[in-house]
């Protein structure tokens, strides 16, 4: 029976993670940037209905960015502490005033929720503006609050 490596989000000590945004792996020229909007393991998770409703509103504006056509895929950790954004051709300076603007685009937004209705989601009635906003707003500030320089702390296990 052959091997079975840890895969790479497995090698990073998450006792030693704050929120910010990291380069998780490069393969090729798709870049997959670990968004971390919560400590893991720290007894703060974000709930279904926050992390469905940023998602459908970052996923929205990102696409709809300076970096649209090379955006990949943005969805929700399982383990309710960030999300991750894979991105072609990336660099990081520019993706991460994208996902700046994207954060202040959200928090900004006067509307209704994107894709909450029954046709375009399957769970079009666990979606909530306000929770989207607050997580943005939260995670917005961890950005500024310190220089991101994309790398995990510590070293890999």
Same mark, same amino acid.
């Given at each position: 029976?052959?091997?079975? #490596?840890?895969?790479? +989000?497995?090698?990073? &000590?998450?006792? $030693?993670?704050? #929120?910010?945004?990291?380069? +998780?792996?490069? &393969?090729?020229?798709? *870049? @997959?940037?670990?968004?971390? @909007? !919560?400590?893991? /393991?720290?007894?703060?998770?974000?709930?279904?209905?926050?992390m469905?409703? $940023?998602?459908?509103?970052?996923?929205?504006?990102?696409?709809?960015?300076?970096? +649209?056509? =090379?955006?990949?895929?943005?969805?929700?950790?399982?383990?309710?502490?960030?999300?991750?954004l $894979?991105?072609?051709?990336?660099?990081?300076s520019?993706?991460?005033?994208?996902?700046?603007? *994207?954060?202040?685009?959200?928090?900004?937004?006067?509307?209704?929720?994107?894709?909450?209705?029954? !046709?375009e989601?399957?769970?079009?009635?666990?979606?909530? $503006? @306000?929770?989207?906003? =607050?997580?943005? #707003?939260?995670?917005?500030?961890?950005? /500024?609050? =310190? #220089?991101?320089?994309?790398?995990?702390?510590?070293?890999?296990?």
């Amino acid at each position: 029976m052959k091997k079975i #490596e840890k895969i790479a +989000s497995f090698t990073v &000590d998450h006792d $030693l993670l704050t #929120e910010g945004i990291y380069v +998780s792996r490069i &393969d090729g020229d798709i *870049t @997959t940037y670990d968004l971390r @909007t !919560r400590v893991p /393991n720290a007894g703060d998770y974000m709930d279904n209905l926050t992390m469905h409703s $940023l998602e459908h509103m970052f996923a929205t504006y990102v696409r709809a960015s300076i970096i +649209s056509d =090379r955006v990949i895929y943005f969805g929700p950790m399982g383990c309710q502490t960030g999300f991750y954004l $894979l991105v072609r051709d990336a660099d990081n300076s520019v993706v991460l005033s994208v996902v700046k603007d *994207t954060l202040k685009k959200i928090i900004d937004h006067d509307g209704e929720m994107f894709g909450a209705v029954r !046709r375009e989601c399957g769970n079009y009635k666990n979606l909530d $503006l @306000t929770a989207a906003k =607050r997580e943005a #707003e939260k995670y917005l500030a961890a950005l /500024n609050s =310190r #220089e991101q320089d994309f790398k995990y702390k510590g070293e890999k296990i």
